[in-house]
């Protein structure tokens, strides 16, 4: 399957060359192998079966705008598109009543498509709830963002999610070698491109199908006319590519070699190369939220008890940059990026619930002492629920040497607090605590 066949009598002369390209059919598009195989839901959907109501994930210029149009194409929908930049709850409302009358004349479903739908609040999205539930409009919506952190729960739980993947480069080589052929103004002008200009495109479109065809009919735009035509060069295609404001792409390897020094700079207390490259990917254009969560789970995992503000001055962060926005955030981003870069660490609660969760799945069925069952009803009571169990603020202390694990997991520890920073009071105080438990560890350690 090829993307972007031309349909250049449709859209128009004048429409940009990713518009005059846009598949009018499923044959005509490549990409989403998953969702369009043989087994794929969006191939189902084409052939007839019932059309949810579906969150559509992924970069832009990966077709999720063009897949919704040609679901739309079917003789028994109808299609509204709405933008959450340009629109509110009186356009969304406007959209449902629209609905109901082509349902109540024609008999006919309506899906509303809502490009960026992450940026509706969470009022706009409400407004959908309603209409989404009943049936009354089969909602898509678009978004280039984490739909578990950008859409309100009730909104998803109603909906699909279709996670679209950036189109390779043997897709955008495709796209760019029929647009070449088939584009009618291309063809007119005797456009042809260099091998470096054609590949520089295609690596530096970062997986954009849109970027890549504007970025080369801006470069035909700019390479002036000879005998032969014109003879696109790699430096006026990195011109139209604009390549140094995408040096750091953050749909592609860059992306995740930065963020992966950062966390890992973090992690070593190396407060300044941790600053470094996260204004690299500031500088880039990176997601302030993208980085605040990442220093969220950061806090979590690799400092964890050693310092436990961490994680509460980490949330705290990613609540504010969501609020303020650039480019004030960079000052909150910077002063929680130092902080846990310069805080004591310690990953022993990250490998307590990981050995935790291993034990759970190896054990799944070991029933739950009666002793810690709560007997609500009088035949609990009855089968010994709660019997002989010590409430701990009766004892001294506040606490009895009692283990509330299962018997057959009795003497196991996952948490193995370190002696750094907070988790040193903690570990003193659980040998304190549990002292038969730390006996027997110390004769196993030997």
């Known amino acids: 399957m090829e993307l972007f066949a031309a349909n250049n009598d449709k859209a128009g002369i004048f429409a940009p060359l990713a518009?005059?390209?846009?598949?009018?059919?499923?044959?005509?598009?490549?990409?989403?192998?998953?969702?369009?195989?043989?087994?794929?839901?969006?191939?189902?959907?084409?052939?007839?079966?019932?059309?949810?109501?579906?969150?559509?994930?992924?970069?832009?210029?990966?077709?999720?705008?063009?897949?919704?149009?040609?679901?739309?194409?079917?003789?028994?929908?109808?299609?509204?598109?709405?933008?959450?930049?340009?629109?509110?709850?009186?356009?969304?409302?406007?959209?449902?009543?629209?609905?109901?009358?082509?349902?109540?004349?024609?008999s006919k479903k309506t899906i509303i498509f809502i490009d960026e739908i992450h940026r509706y609040s969470k009022s706009q999205q409400d407004a959908l709830l309603k209409a989404v539930e009943t049936g009354a409009i089969i909602l898509i919506g678009a978004t280039t963002e984490n739909p578990s952190f950008e859409?309100?729960?009730?909104?998803?739980?109603?909906?699909?999610?279709?996670?679209?993947?950036?189109?390779?480069?043997?897709h955008l080589r495709g796209i760019l070698e029929r647009a070449l052929a088939e584009d009618k103004i291309l063809r007119d002008s005797g456009v042809i491109l260099s091998e470096e200009a054609r590949e520089s495109l295609i690596k530096y479109s970062g997986g954009d199908a849109r970027i890549m065809l504007n970025a080369l009919e801006l470069a035909a735009d700019l390479t002036p006319a000879g005998e032969n035509g014109k003879t696109v060069a790699v430096e006026t295609a990195l011109q139209a590519l604009q390549q140094k404001t995408i040096a750091y792409d953050k749909k592609g390897d860059y992306h995740y070699d930065?963020?992966?020094?950062?966390?890992?700079?973090?992690?070593?207390?190396?407060?300044?190369?941790?600053?470094?490259?996260?204004?690299?990917?500031?500088?880039?254009?990176?997601?302030?939220?993208?980085?605040?969560?990442?220093?969220?789970?950061?806090?979590?995992?690799?400092?964890?008890?050693?310092?436990?503000?961490?994680?509460?001055l980490a949330n705290t962060c990613f609540q504010a940059v969501h609020t303020i926005g650039m480019p004030e955030a960079r000052i909150i981003l910077g002063q929680t990026c130092a902080y846990l870069a310069s805080s004591p660490k310690s990953n022993a609660s990250y490998q307590a619930i990981e050995a935790a969760l291993a034990e759970a799945r190896a054990n799944p069925d070991i029933p739950v002492p009666l002793r810690l069952r709560n007997p609500v009803t009088g035949y609990m009571k009855a089968w010994n629920y709660g019997k002989e169990y010590k409430y701990p603020h009766s004892y001294p202390g506040h606490f009895i040497e009692e283990e509330m694990l299962p018997e057959e997991l009795m003497g196991k520890i996952y948490y193995h607090p370190t002696e750094i920073g907070s988790e040193k009071a903690i570990k003193e105080r659980l040998e304190q605590w549990w002292s038969k438990r730390s006996q027997n560890k110390k004769s196993e350690d030997k």
Request: glycine fraction near 8%; hydrophobic fraction near 45%; include cysteine.
């Open 258 to 312: 930065a963020a992966s020094a950062f966390i890992k700079s973090m992690r070593a207390s190396d407060p300044d190369a941790a600053l470094y490259y996260m204004a690299r990917m500031l500088v880039g254009g990176e997601d302030v939220k993208f980085i605040a969560r990442r220093m969220v789970i950061l806090a979590a995992e690799d400092i964890g008890n050693a310092n436990p503000t961490a994680l509460i």
């Open 151 to 170: 859409v309100i729960p009730p909104l998803l739980s109603r909906a699909r999610v279709l996670k679209f993947h950036p189109l390779t480069a043997e």
């Open 19 to 106: 518009e005059r390209m846009r598949p009018k059919s499923l044959q005509d598009f490549t990409g989403q192998e998953d969702l369009l195989g043989d087994k794929g839901i969006l191939r189902q959907i084409f052939q007839g079966g019932m059309i949810p109501s579906m969150i559509f994930w992924g970069e832009p210029g990966c077709g999720k705008t063009t897949l919704a149009r040609l679901i739309a194409k079917r003789e028994d929908v109808a299609l509204k598109e709405l933008s959450a930049v340009e629109s509110g709850v009186k356009e969304l409302r406007s959209a449902i009543d629209y609905a109901q009358k082509v349902w109540q004349s024609k």
